[in-house]
Structures are given as C-alpha cells and as structure tokens.
C-alpha cells in the first residue's frame, strides 16, 4: 500500500507551472541584484574615457617616452597629524624640481565616491604640499605637471598611498 505524499493526486500541470514560475523568478531576482551590483560599482577603468586613450596610443607612448627620458622621480608622504600630503619632485641628479603647477586627483582604487581634486602649492624647492584630510585606508594620487597654469603636461605622475589607521 502507497502512502499519501505531498500531492495525493499527483503532479499536474498546475504544480508544473508553478514551480518553473518560482524557479526563474528567483533566478530574474538574484540576477537582478547581480546586475545592479555590477553597473553601480567600479567600472574597472582608471582613465575617464578608455576608448580615446586607445585612439591616441602612439602619441601616449611617445608622452611617455619623452617623460621617462626626463628622469624625474616623484615621491608623495602623508602626514595625518597635519592633514598634508607631500610631493618631493627630483631629476636624475637628485635636484629638487621646482616652479611647477601641479593638479592632481585623489581617490579610493576600487570606488570613485571619494575621489577628489587636490591642488598643490610650491612650499619648498621642489617639494610640492596639499592641505587635505585622508580617511585610513588605500588612496591612488594622479598628478599632472605643468610648466604654467593651464599650459600642456609635462609630467604626469600616479602613487599609490596607504593611511594607516589611527586607533
């Protein structure tokens, strides 16, 4: 003798439908999610406009080629205490650089609701400073030199910094 199961009459059409309906549904659902998570988070790219960087690859090599014949090497410190973030510029020689116009960007590596502009003045031969508090944590500092305000880069520089926490 059979025992009486969940459905005594057995499986029709309707319990059919309804488990496919209850299946995809929570599929289109967790997909959903899935898909939301994705567009609102970190696009992977770290140029505003990837496909005209790719456009202009010859004359980004050729930028690169005259930035690293220069020789120059950048170093960038934060001091939390003083909520300034320094920027020592040097040629090969170990001369500072100076007489600059620096801009630059900081922001998080994975997100870009914290990014922020930092502009920088010349406080010290070669020694650049951003008055700018800094939550602990990973931050990327993009740098773009100029020989005068608003004139073509001549240096572009990209660091990443680690704030330690302070508890």
Request: glycine share 12%; no cysteine.
């Amino acid at each position: 003798m059979m025992a009486a199961g969940p459905f005594p009459r057995g499986v029709t059409g309707r319990h059919v439908l309804l488990g496919l309906a209850i299946f995809f549904g929570i599929m289109f659902v967790a997909n959903g999610f899935l898909v939301y998570y994705a567009v609102s988070t970190f696009s992977g790219g770290d140029r505003p406009n990837p496909y005209r960087s790719g456009l202009n690859y010859n004359e980004t090599i050729a930028e690169a080629q005259r930035q690293a014949a220069k020789g120059w090497a950048g170093r960038a410190e934060y001091d939390e205490s003083a909520g300034r973030l320094t920027l020592r510029l040097t040629d090969t020689s170990a001369a500072p650089v100076s007489g600059l116009a620096l801009t630059g960007t900081l922001g998080r590596p994975a997100v870009n609701h914290e990014d922020r502009v930092v502009t920088f003045r010349e406080w010290a031969e070669g020694v650049y400073v951003s008055d700018v508090t800094l939550d602990p944590g990973n931050w990327v500092l993009s740098v773009e030199s100029s020989e005068q305000e608003g004139g073509a880069p001549v240096y572009r520089l990209k660091k990443r910094l680690i704030v330690a926490d302070g508890s």
